[in-house]
């Protein structure tokens, strides 16, 4: 059964850089042909959709965020990694990795999702 | 963007009752693909309906969805207990993919 789960620093300061990681298990992500992407909760919020990507390193991004973001995959680890930089407190959110519901589609519904991990902005 | 909006905010009912939430996009969604999660406190959100009403896996039958175009309809035939939660709506016809604010359905 395929399972993500989350992990980073769960506090980061002011104009630093986020940094997660999304390890997959119980599939393989270079074998797979699909795109994994990551989705933000901010606190008492609604979700975001931050960006995508494939196997392959192609990428997609949410324009609102596309300035900030980086999203890499390392298949030799079965993980994918999201960076945002120049964080604010508007950037203090539950983060999700999650998988869409077909192949080769970037953009689609979801239906694999990690438990989320807690990311805090503060001094 | 598409822009989704959801209504009522929040729906206060009792077990066994019908809940009928909307969702309404700021303009056509490319192919009806419209889809609906479930959220309880503390957790990921459960995809619920996918392509406007295809039940995912699992998903019981008294959740049903409806529309095309703009509007768009999640129907709870009778509520069970585990049903009181927040309800999301997302297209993911058109780039970026967004969600809607949600609706929370609470027990009356």
């Known amino acids: 059964q395929l399972q993500l789960q989350e992990s980073g620093p769960g506090l980061v300061k002011p104009s630093e850089t986020l940094s997660l990681t999304c390890t997959v298990s119980?599939?393989?992500?270079?074998?797979?042909?699909?795109?994994w992407g990551w989705i933000r909760q901010p606190p008492g919020k609604g979700l975001e959709w931050i960006g995508s990507i494939y196997y392959s390193g192609s990428t997609y991004y949410n324009p609102s965020l596309k300035s900030r973001v980086t999203i890499s995959v390392d298949t030799s680890r079965n993980h994918f990694s999201l960076k945002l930089s120049s964080v604010t407190a508007a950037d203090a959110a539950v983060y999700y990795c999650?998988?869409?519901?077909?192949?080769?589609?970037?953009?689609?519904?979801?239906?694999?999702w990690g438990k989320g991990t807690t990311v805090t902005v503060s001094s | 963007e598409i822009v989704l909006t959801q209504s009522p905010g929040t729906l206060s009912l009792s077990p066994g009752e019908r809940a009928t939430l909307s969702c309404r996009a700021s303009?056509?969604?490319?192919?009806?693909?419209l889809a609906w999660y479930q959220q309880k406190s503390g957790q990921a959100p459960r995809l619920l309906i996918y392509g406007t009403s295809n039940r995912a896996t699992g998903i019981p039958d008294r959740f049903s969805g409806s529309g095309s175009g703009t509007d768009f309809t999640l129907t709870i035939s009778r509520l069970e207990p585990e049903d009181f939660a927040v309800y999301y709506c997302q297209q993911y016809g058109t780039s970026p993919l967004t969600f809607g604010p949600g609706t929370k359905v609470d027990i009356k």
């Open positions: 303009q056509s969604v490319s192919s009806n693909y």
């Open positions: 999650a998988r869409p519901g077909a192949r080769d589609y970037p953009i689609y519904y979801m239906d694999v």
């Open positions: 119980g599939g393989s992500i270079s074998s797979s042909s699909y795109y």
